[in-house]
């Protein structure tokens, strides 16, 4: 290709560059963060713990062995192993997570999302809903 031409071409080079970019690289690998929704059937799922203190503390005990390390102490989503990860956890502090139904929370702590595992063989249904518990309770 000379010179005269790949300048009429540029805008088309420019475009099909563009393009690559944005197919190679889904938005989350290039702003860090995601909008993981849970599917609308997940809104049924009742917390058969709801509002009783005992599950509530020993779901922060469980929340501290392992979650904690990834979303921070307080739930801010600061922990040192999130530190690198893309995208980053997710601050459970925030109003947009609080807003969610706990049977949304279930799934996800669930399914899990990576770089974030799935916690369905790790912990028990009883432990999982403590999780949420706990974790709604995080809002101050
Ligand atoms: C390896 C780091 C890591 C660990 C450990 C981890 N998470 Fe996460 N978590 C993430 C990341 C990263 C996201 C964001 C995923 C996304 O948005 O794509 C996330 C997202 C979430 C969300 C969704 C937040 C929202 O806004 O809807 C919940 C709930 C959650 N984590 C709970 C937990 C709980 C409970 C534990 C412990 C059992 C845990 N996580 C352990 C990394 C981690």
Redesign the pocket.
């Known amino acids: 290709m000379n010179k005269k031409s790949f300048w009429k071409f540029r805008k088309v080079i420019i475009a099909f560059i563009a393009l690559t970019i944005a197919l190679t690289f889904p938005s ?1 690998k290039v702003f860090g ?2 909008s ?1 929704t849970a599917p609308k059937s997940a809104n049924n799922l009742k917390n058969p713990y709801k509002n009783d203190k005992a599950s509530l503390q020993k779901g922060k005990t ?2 501290k062995q ?2 904690a ?3 921070g102490e307080k739930g801010k989503g600061d922990g040192m ?2 530190m690198s ?1 893309k ?4 601050n ?1 502090t925030k109003e ?2 609080f807003k ?1 139904t706990d049977g949304a ?1 279930f799934w ?2 669930t399914e899990g ?1 990576p ?3 799935a ?1 369905k063989t790790v ?1 028990t249904k009883e432990q999982r809903w403590q ?1 949420v518990s706990y ?1 709604k309770s995080l809002r101050k």
């Open positions: 989350e963060q995601t993981w469980l929340y392992y979650c390390i990834c979303h192993a999130g990860l995208p980053r956890p997710a459970l947009a997570f969610q929370v996800k702590l999302k770089p974030m595992a916690y912990l999780l974790i």
